[in-house]
């Protein structure tokens, strides 16, 4: 069946958006149909990160009623899909977040995962994303200020009636300074789907227009995104291949 999965934070620049394009890139990458929306209208970064910064339709003309779903969707040549949200500000007037949820119940029927990229905060965007969602996953940085707005965000979403499907914490350098991934779970009560180490490769790829996990498909940024995206689409059996010299050298 079908799921609506919505990528949200409680702040920004904790990874949401590579998180949201990797993850439904690693999903594609197990043959399943995927449909990336950048729900951020305010500032979008999805077509950024694909090498569709512009382009002729995007979601906002659909909230304006100006254009069909359909329309505003690409794909990628990896076959991920995605729906990129304008980057001109003009395009801002006259967006009817109020459509996002009936954009959400369409794209169900073209995809087997849809991601929502979200606002980060928990302004209208962001509410209207999780709204628009069956579940959402919260990113955070293994940091005290990072954990307590994911713990708020958590809170708005269960007062919403919606649901957290758990945490993926990124950016982990492995200092002593941050938080363990015990304490975060304790603090939030709420499954940890995986840990993304800190990786220079991030800005590789987005300089290379494309998702980590097709650049860099080794790092161990990809096989930490693939082996939550294999735990999110039911393959519990998944493990990642690590050949004799990686095990040697690291």
Known sequence: MAKIITITSGKGGV???TTAINLGAALNSFGKEVIILDANLTTPNVGLHFGAPIVPITLNHVLQGRA????ALY????????????????????VDLAGLKEIGKKLKKMADFVILDSAAGLGQEALAAIESGE??????????TAVTDALKTSKIIEQMGGEVKGVIVTRVKGLKTEMPIASIRDMLEL???????????????LVMKDALIHTHPKSRSSRAYRT???????????????????RIFG
């Open 228 to 246: 939550i995206a294999a735990r999110i689409s039911g393959n519990s059996n998944y493990k990642e291949r690590i050949s004799f010299w990686e």
């Open 191 to 205: 499954p940890i789907l995986g840990v993304i180490p800190e990786d220079n490769r991030v800005q590789e790829a």
């Open 135 to 144: 579940e959402s996953i919260i990113i955070t940085n293994p940091e005290i």
């Open 75 to 94: 794909e990628h040549p990896s076959g991920t899909k995605i729906i990129p949200s304008s980057l001109s500000i003009k395009e801002l007037k006259n």
């Open 15 to 17: 990874g949401k958006t």
């Open 68 to 71: 069909k779903i359909a329309e």
